[in-house]
């Protein structure tokens, strides 16, 4: 099966079957990182730009893990190290890239569309790696990933998805994969970091914490996003911790088989204890190891056929 699209911008760009299609493919791929000679020969000749304009340690390691064990040439670009720095505009950027051949491209970039705006006029493909508080895609797809694999499949599934809504693009491309797979989202948080009008997108919004994580599969805790805050959302770091925090006793009314997320990086002790990070419901490291077989599918499903 192929995917329709050229680009993955949006999980918008994609319908249900090519959803667990990457999912199944991605659990091929898990399958080479767990051997002792890591690499298959999938993507030789073929050559991956990660285009990074914001900071990232999963996301852009992976992509670079993913597309080397694909046996792609893989280069890194980070905008403080590039001719962004002297002036040099987007569009210019992607298109003197262009001009030597790669493959696909990997964006992120704090504006939303900024991906878009690459893959409007490129020729190469475009996943967008984070656009502002736009989307994640691919964020979405390894979370789904990693609940499929826990919990054996997606419909049906109660998520809760707690914290900074608002600004999180992990949030939004999460709500759109999860509704498109018939699982079940609430959002709670402090109402200034919740969108007015976020039920349009199909979602519960549940005020307490301790409510909405009462009867849910996964808990998916959200960093709250400091950088795209343009005035203070809550009194006090120690209140929204109080009040909103992931912590033992929040999680001694959850089921005892409730499921930990976060997609990282952690604010340790602000949006999650430490003891709930490290504890047994946690599976946050195994997240960022999903996200390396997840990239490698979706390489390899645009750019390896
Ligand atoms: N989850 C995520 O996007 O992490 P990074 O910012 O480290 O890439």
Same mark, same amino acid.
């Given at each position: 099966?192929?995917?329709?699209?050229?680009?993955?911008?949006?999980?918008?760009?994609?319908?249900?079957?090519?959803?667990?299609?990457?999912? #199944?493919?991605?659990?091929?791929?898990?399958?080479?990182?767990?051997?002792?000679?890591?690499?298959?020969?999938?993507?030789?000749?073929?050559?991956?730009?990660?285009?990074?304009?914001?900071?990232?340690?999963?996301?852009?390691?992976?992509?670079?893990?993913?597309?080397?064990?694909?046996?792609?040439?893989?280069?890194?670009?980070?905008?403080?190290?590039?001719?962004?720095?002297?002036?040099?505009?987007?569009?210019?950027?992607?298109?003197?890239?262009?001009?030597? =051949?790669?493959?696909?491209?990997?964006?992120?970039?704090?504006?939303?569309?900024?991906?878009?705006?690459?893959?409007? !006029?490129?020729?190469?493909?475009?996943?967008?790696?984070?656009?502002?508080?736009?989307?994640?895609?691919?964020?979405?797809?390894? #979370?789904?990933?990693?609940?499929?694999?826990?919990?054996?499949?997606?419909?049906?599934?109660?998520?809760?998805?707690?914290?900074?809504?608002? =600004?999180?693009?992990?949030?939004?491309?999460?709500?759109?994969?999860?509704?498109?797979?018939?699982?079940?989202?609430?959002?709670?948080?402090?109402?200034?970091?919740?969108?007015?009008?976020?039920?349009?997108?199909?979602?519960?919004?549940?005020?307490?914490?301790?409510?909405? !994580?009462?009867?849910?599969?996964?808990?998916?805790?959200?960093?709250?996003?400091?950088?795209?805050?343009?005035?203070?959302?809550?009194?006090?770091?120690?209140?929204?911790?109080?009040?909103?925090?992931?912590?033992?006793?929040?999680?001694? =009314?959850?089921?005892?088989?409730?499921?930990?997320?976060?997609?990282?990086?952690?604010?340790?002790?602000?949006?999650?204890?430490?003891?709930?990070? #490290?504890?047994?419901?946690?599976?946050?490291?195994?997240? @960022?190891?999903?996200?390396?077989? @997840?990239?490698?599918?979706?390489?390899?499903?645009?750019?390896?056929?």
């Amino acid at each position: 099966m192929e995917l329709r699209c050229k680009n993955l911008l949006s999980i918008g760009d994609l319908v249900p079957t090519e959803i667990t299609h990457i999912l #199944d493919t991605a659990a091929s791929m898990k399958e080479v990182s767990e051997r002792d000679i890591k690499k298959v020969p999938t993507l030789r000749g073929k050559t991956v730009i990660n285009l990074f304009f914001e900071p990232s340690t999963r996301t852009r390691t992976s992509f670079e893990i993913a597309g080397k064990r694909l046996s792609a040439d893989v280069v890194n670009i980070s905008a403080s190290s590039s001719s962004v720095v002297k002036g040099e505009t987007l569009r210019d950027t992607g298109e003197n890239l262009q001009a030597m =051949h790669p493959d696909l491209i990997v964006v992120r970039h704090s504006c939303a569309g900024a991906p878009k705006m690459l893959a409007d !006029v490129l020729p190469s493909a475009i996943i967008n790696a984070g656009d502002g508080a736009h989307e994640h895609p691919t964020q979405a797809l390894l #979370d789904a990933f990693t609940m499929r694999e826990r919990k054996g499949s997606l419909a049906g599934l109660k998520v809760a998805i707690i914290g900074d809504i608002t =600004h999180s693009r992990v949030a939004r491309s999460n709500i759109f994969l999860l509704n498109m797979m018939g699982a079940q989202v609430c959002v709670s948080g402090p109402q200034t970091m919740v969108p007015r009008f976020i039920e349009s997108l199909g979602v519960t919004f549940i005020p307490s914490i301790i409510d909405a !994580v009462r009867d849910v599969d996964v808990i998916m805790m959200l960093r709250i996003q400091l950088e795209r805050q343009s005035q203070s959302l809550f009194p006090t770091i120690r209140e929204y911790s109080r009040f909103f925090g992931l912590n033992r006793t929040v999680l001694s =009314h959850a089921r005892p088989d409730v499921l930990v997320m976060h997609p990282g990086p952690v604010n340790r002790g602000i949006e999650m204890s430490a003891d709930v990070m #490290d504890g047994p419901k946690s599976i946050i490291l195994e997240q @960022v190891t999903n996200g390396v077989a @997840v990239r490698m599918a979706l390489m390899y499903l645009l750019i390896g056929k």
